[in-house]
């Protein structure tokens, strides 16, 4: 792509939400545009990965309910602790898709009572925009489009999806395999070094590419550093690949 990229100061200067003011400034500091998608299924190795690559992220993406002995107390009040410890933020990716009521009880109920603590939670658009209005107190990473083959966010569910997204006061971003308005930020799933894929439907692309030609502003990685024998030097490696990816992406 030709055109040049917003920068994260940019970025930082035309956005008043207070979240993605800390996700700016936290990239900023940290020289770090990486979310480290934590998808284990246990508390232990929840907050292990969250110590071993705490230093190196912005945030920390959960799938809260795929933890088999969660317990607020035991869960959530440490994961707190390393998060401020480490500066980064939460990002609960429950992938909200249903009607307001029903979104506003998910996200407050249950075991999970994901308001509690998550800074910043992803949720489908499908619900429409009076579906978002529960998330007032976080901000919300709209999923525009999915990284998975096959799936059914066509250019056309993209375009309405974007116009709830741009138009929603507490939509930050969006989760995308496309270039979004760059008024709003771009998380991008689907990033792995090593594979192409994972024989599951999931496909992957490598930092330098989300970074050149979607101009995304964070990229977030499960397996590439969870999987890996040695989480934080993966952690590592993502943060600097990404990072060069991000400073290249900002000359023409
Ligand atoms: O389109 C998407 C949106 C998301 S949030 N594709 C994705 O893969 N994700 C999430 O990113 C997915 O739920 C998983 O938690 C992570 C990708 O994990 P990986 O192991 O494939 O890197």
């Given at each position: 792509?030709?055109?040049?990229?917003?920068?994260?100061?940019?970025?930082?200067?035309?956005?008043q939400?207070?979240?993605?003011?800390?996700?700016?400034?936290?990239?900023?500091s940290?020289?770090?545009?990486?979310?480290?998608?934590a998808?284990?299924?246990?508390?232990?190795?929840?907050?292990?990965?969250?110590?071993?690559?705490?230093?190196?992220?912005i945030?920390?993406?959960?799938?809260?309910?795929?933890?088999?002995?969660?317990?607020?107390?035991?869960?959530?009040?440490p994961?707190?602790?390393?998060?401020?410890?480490?500066?980064?933020?939460?990002?609960?990716?429950?992938?909200?898709?249903?009607i307001?009521?029903t979104q506003?009880?998910?996200?407050?109920?249950?075991v999970?009572?994901?308001?509690?603590?998550?800074d910043f939670v992803?949720?489908q658009?499908?619900?429409?925009?009076?579906?978002?209005?529960?998330?007032?107190?976080?901000?919300?990473?709209?999923?525009?489009?999915?990284?998975?083959?096959?799936a059914?966010t066509?250019?056309?569910?993209?375009?309405?999806?974007?116009?709830?997204?741009l138009?929603?006061?507490?939509?930050?971003?969006?989760?995308?395999?496309?270039?979004?308005?760059?008024?709003?930020?771009?998380?991008?799933?689907?990033?792995?070094?090593?594979?192409?894929?994972?024989?599951?439907?999931?496909?992957?692309?490598?930092?330098?590419h989300?970074?050149?030609?979607l101009?995304?502003?964070?990229?977030?990685?499960?397996?590439?550093i969870?999987?890996?024998?040695d989480?934080?030097?993966?952690?590592?490696?993502?943060?600097?690949?990404?990072?060069?990816?991000y400073?290249?992406?900002?000359?023409k």
């Amino acid at each position: 792509e030709e055109e040049t990229r917003v920068s994260y100061e940019q970025k930082l200067n035309n956005t008043q939400h207070s979240v993605s003011r800390k996700l700016l400034e936290t990239a900023l500091s940290k020289k770090s545009n990486l979310i480290a998608s934590a998808d284990v299924t246990t508390t232990q190795e929840l907050l292990a990965l969250a110590e071993k690559v705490g230093p190196h992220i912005i945030a920390l993406k959960t799938h809260i309910d795929i933890i088999s002995d969660f317990e607020y107390e035991k869960t959530i009040i440490p994961l707190k602790e390393i998060a401020a410890r480490h500066q980064f933020l939460l990002m609960e990716d429950r992938k909200f898709a249903d009607i307001g009521n029903t979104q506003e009880l998910q996200f407050t109920s249950g075991v999970f009572k994901i308001t509690d603590w998550a800074d910043f939670v992803t949720s489908q658009v499908i619900g429409g925009f009076e579906s978002l209005d529960c998330f007032k107190n976080v901000g919300v990473v709209a999923i525009v489009g999915m990284s998975s083959k096959g799936a059914l966010t066509t250019a056309s569910y993209r375009e309405e999806a974007l116009k709830v997204a741009l138009s929603h006061p507490n939509v930050i971003g969006g989760v995308s395999q496309n270039k979004i308005p760059e008024d709003l930020l771009l998380f991008t799933p689907g990033v792995n070094l090593a594979d192409s894929g994972d024989g599951k439907g999931q496909q992957y692309n490598t930092p330098e590419h989300v970074f050149k030609t979607l101009h995304t502003d964070f990229i977030i990685v499960g397996r590439g550093i969870y999987k890996s024998d040695d989480p934080e030097a993966s952690a590592i490696t993502y943060k600097t690949e990404g990072w060069n990816a991000y400073i290249n992406s900002l000359i023409k």
